[in-house]
């Protein structure tokens, strides 16, 4: 069965996620007490390594499942052993699980084992990247590139659990993927940047934003500006979170500043709806508290009604009543120059498949035309150059059929690349194939003018 057959089976199964540490950066000097480092690796050989965490999920779902150390051991160890031949080894496929293994900075090794069927290396390496990042962004790169002891690190990393797990569970959002910030398009989304931006300039920071349900409603120019990872992390933390009125919450930027932390503040204007502001280390936010209860009823008490509304939006993206055919399913839309996107699967709710199936139907769409039909995303000035060279023919539009016989089951996916703008549609079995170019021609110039 494809990831995309009617008869599901295509739920992420991720078994482990597992961390062997090596510091190469010391390899020369004699090591005292160092857990798992040969006395070879002063050969110039690299150490295999100490386990730091393990991390499952079974059916979407956090499980306390481990993987013996021997296991552990031989994943690591062929990769170290390829290392020291000078081959990289990347990923490996058995009968029924896809193992994909990546090293950060030369100190830090992933490893991902995943039994989904048809997984992709494409879905498993952003999962890793996505990963490290939530470290560095909880613990700081200084930390996991000079490693002075361990056990403390071990202690350390556990901050970052409860974001790595909502990684590997079914997330409603789907930055960890694109790589793109989630957004959603608020009715009068006029008035409540006006507001941020007046709020941004009068708190003292040009970091701010406005966050529902992990999704950026609204945000300040210098936060657009963030980096990736960042930008996807932090509205990804905020979302993670147990509800709180305020947090003054310590955080590295994995891009901007991985070494020196800042802070990340939040205000909840209502149950699900938050302000956050990224500042230096002062001031507290107990000298903040009579200030920004001043600000805050400036600027959002007279715009209760329009914050409300956000609250729909969180799975939907969309303003209510946007028109949309009426055979679409769900979509997915990015920016990629932006690094933007906008993700739904809310239209129709009433039709097979489920929410759930739709965003899984959407995610492997995503991850096949990424990896072999469309262009490589853009990245720097210098990779975009050197792409646009090589590429005579770039492709624009492909399309995927499940499920033929009989007639009128299963779905249709479309996907359209214009410009810097990448469309995504599933659509039902009722949808004729020789219309779903014009279709997603249409919706996508619809789309335009939001994102």
Sequence with gaps: NSPFSPSGGFGPQLDLVELPS???????????????????ERRGLKAPGVPLFCRSSRSGT???????????????????????LEVQLSSARTEDTTVVWKSFHDSITLIVLSSEEGTSELKLERLLQMVFGAMVLLVGLEELTNIRNVERLK??????????????GEPELIGDLT?????VVPPEGSLLQEALCGFAEAAGTAFVSLVVSGRVVAATESWWRLGSPEAVLLPWLVGSLPPQAARDYPVYLPHGSPTVPHRLLTLTLLPGVELCLLCGPRPPLSQ??????????????????????????GPRALPA???????????????LELKRCLFTVEPSPDKEPSPEQRRRLLRSFYTLVTATHFPPEPGPPEEKAEVAAHQAHVPRACYLVSGTEPPGVGWRLAALQLGPRRLLLLLSAQSPIHGLRGLATRTLHALTPLL
């Design 22 to 40: 090596y510091s190469k950066a010391n390899s020369d000097r004699p090591h005292v007490g160092d857990v798992g480092i040969p006395k070879w």
């Design 62 to 84: 956090p499980a306390r499942q481990q993987l013996p150390f021997s296991v552990i051991g031989s994943l690591n160890g062929v990769h170290m052993f390829g290392q020291n």
């Design 155 to 168: 202690k350390e990393l556990r901050t970052s659990y409860r974001l790595i797990d909502s990684f590997l």
């Design 179 to 183: 790589q793109c910030v989630d957004c």
């Design 288 to 313: 903040l508290d009579p200030q920004v209860n001043r600000l805050l009823d400036r600027w959002w008490q007279p715009l209760l009604d329009p914050l409300r509304a956000c609250l729909a939006l």
């Design 321 to 335: 009543g946007f028109p949309l055919h009426a055979d679409i399913l769900g979509l997915l839309l990015l920016h």
